[in-house]
């Protein structure tokens, strides 16, 4: 009789210890998603404040969030670990069919937004319009491909 209650009690143990994997694996995953959702929204804003600037001239509002959206690109990888594909995301799979890709796509990102901040630097509008462009083809590039 106490030979089974030990071995109840190890297999509830075992279960509750299984089950608290389980959940912090489901919680990390809404974790991780929930803060990339954080950050787009974040480089998204950051676009939408480097157009209002350029308007006004304002080339340290333009450097101040394109060192944002480069600061997001160098770890946005770091934020697509494997089994992050599910819940409230529309990131495709083929981010982790092609991972090299979509690495490759947020280099190409960070390095557009630096090119945008030593554009800026210079004070030329025209020339940072063009840096800015070139910024927002990096993100429709990877969108076409990897966002639904």
């Known amino acids: 009789m106490l030979g089974r209650s030990i071995l109840r009690l190890r297999s509830a143990i075992g279960l509750v210890i299984f089950s608290s994997m389980i959940s912090s694996a489901v919680v990390a995953q809404a974790d991780v998603i929930a803060e990339r959702k954080a950050n787009f929204k974040a480089n998204a804003a950051a676009m939408k404040a480097i157009n209002a600037a350029l308007?006004?001239?304002?080339?340290?509002?333009?450097?101040?969030?394109?060192?944002?959206?480069?600061?997001?690109?160098?770890?946005m990888p770091d934020y697509f670990p494997e089994n992050s594909d599910s819940g409230d995301?529309?990131?495709?799979?083929?981010?982790?069919?092609?991972?090299?890709?979509?690495?490759?796509?947020?280099?190409?990102?960070?390095?557009?937004?630096?090119?945008?901040?030593?554009?800026?630097?210079?004070?030329?509008v025209s020339a940072t319009i063009g840096a800015l462009k070139a910024l927002g083809g990096t993100c429709k590039s990877c969108h076409d491909n990897f966002k639904d």
Not at 55 to 62: L, N, Q, S
Not at 95 to 106: H, P, V
């Open 89 to 124: 995301t529309k990131a495709r799979a083929d981010i982790w069919m092609d991972f090299d890709g979509f690495k490759s796509r947020a280099s190409a990102n960070e390095q557009a937004a630096l090119t945008l901040i030593s554009t800026a630097k210079t004070g030329d």
């Open 55 to 75: 308007g006004g001239g304002d080339f340290d509002t333009v450097i101040t969030q394109a060192t944002t959206i480069a600061d997001w690109a160098r770890v």
